[in-house]
């Protein structure tokens, strides 16, 4: 099975930058994702690694390193509207159905 | 180009009685996922399915919970005789495929309040 382990709660103040982290355990590996969460709100996607690196989307990057199990999502310029909960994610091969399967969410407090 | 679409968004039952969630995919998209999730928690996989076919039903309790992707209509999450920690956001996502890019759709939810 999967596993994706991430900090509970993350605070920053506007202007700054935020690093979330996200470390995984699994039987295989399908690239990992990042989506956004505002409170009473739907997931929506921001981002996503299949090979190591960083990729870049606006005032948002995400990096990956495939041989340390480890991810993270950059968030610069921080806004009061990032105040959100930010999921890591990956497909899960081990079952043979690649569901996806999400992290424990990270909650971002953006502080004026 | 609508997106997913959940109803209802919001349901009150009483316990005991039935639950019935509907998902309609985005337009070409063949896959759907649901997800539960608790105030302040993560998104705990139910069930994956694809047209007429259920993929992964490994998250799903084995009572009262069912799911069904009919060849046409919406999906339907069903539960039976809830009880009250059946209390919480049911997400519906959707995807054309084993999508390349690692992206799922997600439609608003539906929040579910047992009395």
Known sequence: ?112 | NAGVMQNPRHLVRRRGQEARLRCSPMKGHSHVYWYRQLPEEGLKFMVYLQKENIIDESGMPKERFSAEFPKEGPSILRIQQVVRGDSAAYFCASSQGHSNTGELFFGEGSRLTVL
């Open chain 1, 1 to 112: 099975g999967q596993s994706l382990e991430q900090p509970s709660e993350v605070t920053a103040v506007e202007g700054a930058i935020v690093q979330i982290n996200c470390t995984y355990q699994t039987s295989g590996f399908y690239g990992l994702s990042w989506y956004q969460q505002h409170d009473g709100g739907a997931p929506t996607f921001l981002s996503y690694n299949g090979l190591d690196g960083l990729e870049e989307t606006g005032r948002f990057s995400s990096f990956l390193s495939r041989s340390d199990s480890y991810g993270y999502l950059l968030l610069q310029e921080l806004q009061m509207k990032d105040s959100a909960s930010y999921f890591c994610a990956v497909r899960d091969p081990s079952s043979g159905t690649y569901k996806y399967i999400f992290g424990t969410g990270t909650r971002l407090k953006v502080l004026a």
